[in-house]
T-cell receptor
């Protein structure tokens, strides 16, 4: 089954702790993305990567970090510097840079800071 | 920079009635336009997309959208709503070009379907 998997589905973290969210895709897509979703705010771009070993900051990158060591994996670390990390996090991938390419989304991870 | 406005935060429609969700964009040229749907606690699913050509675009689940350049709009329509259509709907825009890299999303419209 081809697709994007995110784990875990629910994640709880204590204040001051770093936590890493997993995103894996077996679609052989080049580009991968991380979005944050808050109620009434739509989706906001955190980081994206168009190729292995390269990534760019999105609109709200402060307090987050990423790596792209493998084509199929794009983990997101939420650091203790992120002031309000409780949110729903969505990972997406896109097959290339062609103008008709589409972003496909994973099922999401809900992070709650206790 | 491009932006997207979805004027309606919530819409309630009776089952079987027609639906129109509004989307307006701000961009200097013709952008690429998308509609996604999200069920509670789930990821987003693409309904349809517009790149060029025919301004009336057909999508999955009986949805269609019409691109109107003069109004900078890309409204989503369905002739008869089913209870399973209750979800949140997002309009998104990407800048025109051969290799767009990112999407800009609207804040979403929550569709409620009454019996």
């Amino acid at each position: 089954d081809g697709g994007i998997t995110q784990s875990p589905k629910y994640l709880f973290r204590k204040e001051g702790q770093n936590v890493t969210l997993s995103c894996e895709q077996n679609l052989n897509h080049d580009a991968m993305y991380w979005y944050r979703q808050d109620p009434g705010q739509g989706l906001r771009l955190i980081y994206y990567s168009q190729i292995v070993n390269d990534f760019q900051k999105g609109d709200i990158a402060e307090g987050y970090s990423v790596s792209r060591e493998k084509k199929e994996s794009f983990p997101l670390t939420v650091t203790s510097a992120q002031k309000n990390p409780t949110a729903f996090y969505l990972c997406a991938s896109r097959e290339g840079t062609g103008r008709t390419d589409t972003q496909y989304f994973g099922p999401g991870t809900r992070l709650t800071v206790l | 920079a491009q932006s997207v406005t979805q004027p309606d935060i919530h819409i309630t429609v009776s089952e079987g009635a027609s639906l129109e969700l509004r989307c307006n964009y701000s961009y200097g040229a013709t952008p690429y336009l998308f509609w996604y749907v999200q069920s509670p606690g789930q990821g987003l699913q693409l309904l349809l997309k517009y790149f060029s050509g025919d301004t009336l675009v057909q999508g999955i689940k009986g949805f269609e959208a019409e691109f109107k350049r003069s109004q900078s709009s890309f409204n989503l329509r369905k002739p008869s709503v089913h209870w399973s259509d209750a979800a949140e709907y997002f309009c998104a825009v990407a800048p025109w070009g051969s290799g767009y890299s990112t999407l800009t999303f609207g804040k979403g419209t929550m569709l409620l379907v009454s019996p």
